[in-house]
């Protein structure tokens, strides 16, 4: 959420940001700003006549103290109607202070100044492309027919036990999504990440915290009976740690890292494109979580792409970053980077991570600040990244690693999954 105040001093920056996501309602801002106005005006109005009514109390004990009870009451009678004036200012201010913040809340973060505008995903900026594509055989089977070849995933049972996107993974399949966990794991507290397990349900002050709601709810499973929501990411409840929390500015920065299932509705995903593990409403993945100073996060961002971006160099994954255009970035992103690697059975992109800065849009809602060395508190900026999400991990090594022989491992992994093939 943005700061009221960064809005009222910087309204045209605001305006020319919010222009590079290609915002519908900058109609808002200045809603915004109205509505702040009359919020500080009655808040003065309520202050000045507590102020008053305060005195007058103070000289109304002075002159029950002096016996002079006639004076007192006439002092009375005439603050009676101040009382009456100040609860109608109080009721005023918390009608106005719920409407601004219910505007607050429809405006999305702003763009960092090297995102390009654009409104598709087409147009989202190549940062870099990284290794070759391999080049299978002309009968090279995507991942849904390998699964089925092999024995490691399946589809259908998923479907009796829960519905489309809840697959089963079976024997050596179960060991490598275990082992990519494992793998992941250690290589993010080899970065100095502490791990977490966290919590699979959050309730609704935890999603409003991250962002997911308002702005996500219908694609969030929402436990109705107890007003808790099925996590969509360790994101949530990972920062979420730090709600309410004021840091010290050498506790900086802190780096939490956590393995979770994550459920998501995706609701309208129809088509071939979704086929297989290219799009499930359960999936597992690691996190990484970091709470930065302001003055370091973009530095923080660069190198999370980097750890994210190891990952993939280790498994041997042919990979290309993107910078997201302001059409095609999350809604309290202030920059993010999208990690696609290369399904050569497929022969299209897949996206593995998305790495993103928040700035303070995540630690205004959750209050999550710093005390700096002269004592100053100030909100903290707030990183995340996949490190990596899995299904299309788990398709991409299946597709890419297919011989005639059967499937190789990647190396980085032999030693936790404890065999080089799969047969």
Known sequence: MLQVSYIRENKEQVLERLSVRNFSQPELVDEIISLDEKRRSTQSKGDALQAEANAAAKQIGELMKQGKKEDAEAIKSKTASSKEEIKKLHDELAVIEQELHQKLVQLPNLPHSSVPKGKTPEENEVVLTFGEAPNLAENALPHWDLAAKYDLIDFELGVKITGAGFPVYKGKGAKLQRALINYFLAEAEKAGYEEMMLPHLVNEASGFGTGQLPDKEGQMYHVGIDHLYLIPTAEVPITNLYRDVILKEDQL??????????????????????????????????????????????????????????????????????????????????????????????????????????????????????????????????LNGSALALPRIVASILENYQTPEGIKIPDVLVPYTGFDMIK
């Open 253 to 382: 920065p802190v780096k939490n890292c956590g393995y979770t299932p994550c459920f998501r509705r995706e609701a309208g995903s129809y088509g071939a494109h979704v086929r297989g593990l290219n799009r499930l409403h359960q999936f597992d993945k690691v996190e990484i979580v970091q709470v930065v100073h302001p003055d370091k996060s973009y530095d923080v961002l660069e190198q999370m792409s980097l750890h994210v971006q190891s990952l993939l160099q280790n498994l041997g994954l042919h990979y290309r970053v993107l910078r997201l255009c302001g059409g095609d970035m999350g809604f309290t992103s202030a920059l993010t980077y999208d990690m696609e690697v290369w399904s050569a059975a497929q022969q299209r992109w897949l996206e593995v991570s998305s790495v993103s800065n928040f700035e303070t849009y995540q630690s205004n809602r959750l209050k999550l600040r710093f005390k700096g060395s002269e004592g100053k508190t100030q909100l903290a900026h707030t």
